[in-house]
């Protein structure tokens, strides 16, 4: 058992084991700007077309409120999804520290947070993915005059 005199390759393999996670977390925080960016579009388009300061590209203003309220809705549920994926990383970080400074058996909590991690980074990018399709089957570039 370490307890709380490990020593400087204690400390080192702690460093070591965190490393990865660490690097995941990086993944996703650039996830998270990306999404932060399209919901910020999303908003800024919906307050523009319901201002009626640009023109909808929809028959009527009713429609694309709507479309770009799911696509706030998907963006939304993605980001906390991400976010959530990011906390419960921090928290495996946090255990593999303390499984490796205090001798305690975590393996099993360290696993099931990496397993609730990556289930829930895969639920942010399902919906990202289903915002970008519902944004690119709604928005169809026209020819003027075709």
Not at 2 to 18: F, N
Not at 58 to 87: G, K, M, N, W, Y
Request: with cysteine; proline share 3%.
């Amino acid at each position: 058992m370490y307890g709380v005199d490990a020593s400087p390759d204690d400390i080192a393999r702690a460093i070591q084991l965190a490393l990865t996670p660490a690097f995941l977390l990086t993944g996703i925080a650039g996830m998270l700007n990306g999404m932060a960016g399209r919901l910020s579009r999303i908003i800024d388009r919906g307050r523009a077309v319901a201002e009626g300061r640009v023109p909808s590209a929809h028959d009527s203003l009713e429609v694309e409120i709507e479309i770009l309220e799911r696509r706030r809705h998907f963006t939304s549920v993605a980001i906390t999804a991400a976010t959530i994926a990011a906390l419960l990383v921090c928290t495996v970080i946090a255990a593999l520290f303390l499984e490796v400074m205090l001798g305690a058996h975590l393996k099993w909590l360290i696993g099931g947070l990496f397993t609730a991690a990556m289930v829930s980074l895969v639920v942010g990018l399902a919906f990202f993915l289903r915002e970008v399709h519902l944004a690119m089957r709604s928005t169809r570039l026209r020819i003027p005059g075709k």
